[in-house]
């Protein structure tokens, strides 16, 4: 399974974006996909992720309401859509891929990456 990343950019705080992230492989329907983030300095966080049915699921608090998780199986794609950003949220965002059953925000149980897309926020 490969990972690609795209849609970053720079915005301006309260702007939008929507990050996608496109996946090869046969079996693109039987994984959970995740975003995670990483801002300058600190440690990678989870974002959200979404079920490999698309029925369920999840986001980290600080983005409640303002990230939506979506998925297209017949496209292959997941994307990000991100809403009222603020500069916290300026990061290299990731997609990744689990075999998990559960929607889980350990990065350690995501055995596929994607190399990273850059979103930056000004203020």
């Known amino acids: 399974v490969q990972l690609q990343a795209s849609g970053g950019g720079l915005v301006q705080a309260g702007g939008s974006l929507r990050l996608s992230c496109a996946v090869s492989?046969?079996?693109?329907?039987?994984?959970?996909i995740g975003w995670f983030r990483q801002a300058p300095g600190k440690d990678r966080e989870f974002v959200a992720a979404?079920?490999?049915?698309?029925?369920?699921?999840r986001y980290t608090d600080s983005v409640k309401g303002r990230f939506t998780i979506s998925r297209d199986n017949a496209e292959n794609t997941v994307y990000l859509q991100v809403n009222s950003l603020k500069p916290e949220d300026t990061a290299v965002y990731y997609c990744?891929?689990?075999?998990?059953?559960?929607?889980?925000?350990?990065?350690?149980?995501?055995?596929?990456w994607g190399q990273g897309t850059l979103v930056t926020v000004s203020s």
């Open positions: 979404i079920s490999w049915g698309g029925g369920s699921t």
């Open positions: 990744a891929a689990t075999t998990s059953w559960a929607l889980t925000d350990n990065s350690g149980a995501y055995g596929y």
């Open positions: 492989g046969p079996t693109f329907s039987r994984y959970a």
